[in-house]
């Protein structure tokens, strides 16, 4: 009887242990996986919309930032952070003006992503499907306070990043 108390009191301290670092480890590469977010997009959208940067994925991590100019004045942005957390990969918007919010992620794919929070008032979830090497979509969607269901498109496309410039005091 001590003996397979003994046995499982140790698969109980292992599994306390080792399984935590594993799920961790998968997270992480799991982020990992959405390097094809990794660059410069702007929106193709005729009409204008965000452009976004995205950094690539390592250390399960990505960060993004996007802006929105119009008529020659930046009109909206946000800055963005996927990352392993925890018990899973999160999304959290850090948008212009407003709170930030945290998204989990509900489907991956070897090109699409999306994250949920249906708690939040709009969107309930943000994602991106890969549809080419020149094309990105970006979308929000959920319900409105009206109750219906809505979902905003963002096409981007790629483009080559800008290195630096240099700046001209007047």
Known sequence: ???????????LV????????????????TVNQLGWLTGCWE????????????????GG???????????????AYEFMEIRADGAGVIFVAYPSGQASTTFGMISIGPRHVTFENAAHDFPQRVGYRRLSQE??????????????????????????CDGPTQHVQR
């Open 1 to 11: 009887m001590k003996t397979s108390r003994g046995i499982c009191c140790l698969a």
């Open 14 to 29: 292992a599994s306390v242990t080792v399984v935590p670092k594993l799920f961790a480890s998968s997270t992480v590469e």
């Open 43 to 58: 929106s193709s959208n005729s009409q204008g919309g965000p452009d976004e940067i995205w950094t690539t994925a390592a």
């Open 61 to 75: 991590s990505l960060f993004g930032i996007s802006r929105t100019v119009r008529n020659g004045e930046t009109v």
């Open 135 to 160: 094309k990105l979509l970006g979308f929000i969607e959920g319900e409105t306070s009206l109750g219906k269901i809505k979902t905003i498109e963002f096409p981007l496309r790629n483009r080559k």
